[in-house]
């Protein structure tokens, strides 16, 4: 399984982005996709996930300003980010894997910057 993530960048605060990331190869495994991130100096943390059944998961600090969507079709997951914080800044990872709590695989970083 690739995962292949597009979209980060720089905003202001208050602004939005929308982060994409395709999956291909052997996707038979995979039923549940997501986004982690991981800020200078700090753990890797859970953003968003969800499921091909649309079953959908978010951090609380994200909850309300992010909406996280998949198209089946194309196996590709999407988070839109609106009212970004410079507290959002990070390295946006993309996963996959059987179930949105065990991410199996990932992509390469993107990169989120917020200016206040």
């Known amino acids: 399984v690739q995962l292949q993530a597009s979209g980060g960048g720089l905003v202001q605060a208050g602004g939005s982005l929308r982060l994409s990331c395709a999956a291909s190869?052997?996707?038979?495994?995979?039923?549940?996709m997501g986004w982690y991130r991981q800020a200078p100096g700090k753990q890797r943390e859970f953003v968003a996930a969800i499921t091909l059944g649309a079953v959908i998961d978010y951090a609380d600090s994200v909850r309300g300003r992010f909406t996280i969507y998949i198209d089946n079709a194309e196996k590709t997951v999407y988070l839109q980010m609106n009212n970004l914080k410079p507290e959002d800044t990070a390295v946006y990872y993309c996963?996959?894997?059987?179930?949105?709590?065990?991410?199996?695989?990932w992509g390469q970083g993107t990169l989120v910057t917020v200016s206040s």
């Open positions: 190869g052997s996707l038979i495994s995979i039923d549940a």
């Open positions: 996963n996959a894997g059987g179930r949105a709590s065990s991410p199996q695989y």
